[in-house]
């Protein structure tokens, strides 16, 4: 299993801006995830990106990976109140447990 | 509806008690994950099973015990052994393999 590591920790925004966030890692990966949580609940699973993608949108999240740089970045534009939350990253490898690093704490303000 | 169910939400234990949370699922998953979530801290492995009646240990096993007898339930126990159980522990599912993973709502555990 390996962590990956959110940067940056915390991200202050206005309404209506775009929230960028990056995750770094160390060895290769069959893919990545994102997942989301609100305060006091448990994780929500956002995207997967496999490993032979470099690109991958859902809704307002846009999710990139950079394979030789051992690189993610997740995008969520025209934020929302709503959006405030943490974000974590997993490189997942077959057969081994996810383990998450601090992740990232976005706070969109109205 | 499929889903995970931790229960109870909050739990408050004397020191040195033996307290159990439960956490279920009816998503026909194979593997199940217990995590503890400290403030301000990302999600650090307690134990997983990846099959009934078998589990490995994650990164932070000491003071705690799991079971895995039936593909629906794994439950957590925190032993007196664990020195600082106050936390907010998670359990999750998935299929096997580099799939993504369902949770629970979490479990709120004080120690008083």
């Known amino acids: 299993s390996q962590q990956g590591e959110e940067d940056p920790q915390a991200l202050s925004i206005q309404e209506g801006e775009n929230a960028t966030m990056n995750c770094s890692y160390k060895?290769?990966?069959?893919?990545l995830q994102w997942y989301r949580q609100n305060s006091g609940r448990g994780l929500v699973h956002l995207i997967l990106i496999r490993s032979n993608e470099r690109e991958k949108h859902s809704g307002r999240l846009r999710v990139t990976l950079d394979t030789s740089k051992k690189s993610s970045s997740l995008l969520i534009t025209a934020s929302r109140a709503a959006d405030t939350a943490s974000y974590f990253c997993?490189?997942?490898?077959?057969?081994?447990?996810?383990?998450f690093g601090k992740g990232t704490t976005l706070s969109v303000s109205s | 509806d499929g889903g995970i169910t931790q229960s109870p939400k909050y739990l408050f234990r004397k020191e040195g008690q033996n307290v159990t949370l439960s956490c279920e699922q009816n998503l026909n998953h194979d593997a199940m994950y217990w995590y503890r979530q400290d403030p301000g801290q990302g999600l650090r492995l307690i134990y997983y099973s990846q099959i009934v009646n078998d589990f490995q240990k994650g990164d932070i096993a000491e003071g705690y015990s799991v079971s895995r007898e039936k593909k629906e339930s794994f439950p957590l126990t925190v032993t007196s052994a664990q020195k600082n159980p106050t936390a907010f522990y998670l359990c999750?599912?998935?299929?096997?393999?580099?799939?993504?993973?369902?949770f629970g709502s979490g479990t709120r555990l004080t120690v008083v």
């Open positions: 060895t290769s990966i069959n893919n």
């Open positions: 997993a490189p997942t490898q077959a057969g081994t447990a996810l383990i």
């Open positions: 999750a599912s998935s299929i096997q393999g580099a799939t993504s993973y369902t």
